[in-house]
């Protein structure tokens, strides 16, 4: 992972000296949470139940810090789907067989960049 974090750090600088901005966008998966993805966890693995839930505190937090840290810029769509979630239990933003976003996921995570680049434009 630290191989990862040194490129996207290089990128960020080769971008800088020409000026242009980089976001890192970190992503959630639909392995996430335990009630999305259902049939596409158990053609996975067989050995997986419906309700396996495949973390990524632990790398989102390692890679935020990293992040911090280089001054390298990103978005939590994990944090931000996370919420929704609680908010909206009846909807899902994940097709149920792959685990891809589905169209009211584009179209949360479009609200969601809309919104940040929104701020970005108008803050000081």
């Keep these: 992972m630290r191989v990862v974090h040194v490129v996207v750090k290089s990128i960020d600088d080769f971008l800088k000296h020409k000026d242009i901005k980089l976001n890192v966008l970190l992503v959630p998966l639909g392995l996430a949470w335990e009630d999305k ?30 992040l911090q840290i280089n001054e390298v810029d990103y978005i939590e769509l994990s944090k931000e789907f996370g919420l929704y979630k ?13 685990g891809h976003w589905n169209a009211d996921g584009h179209y949360f995570v479009c609200k969601i960049l809309g919104d940040h680049y929104a701020r970005k434009n108008t803050d000081p």
């Design 86 to 98: 609680r908010d909206n239990i009846d909807v899902s933003l994940f097709y149920d067989m792959d």
């Design 37 to 66: 993805f259902t049939s596409g966890k158990q053609t996975l693995s067989q050995e997986w139940e419906t309700t396996t839930v495949i973390s990524q505190v632990g790398i989102e937090s390692f890679t935020r810090d990293y």
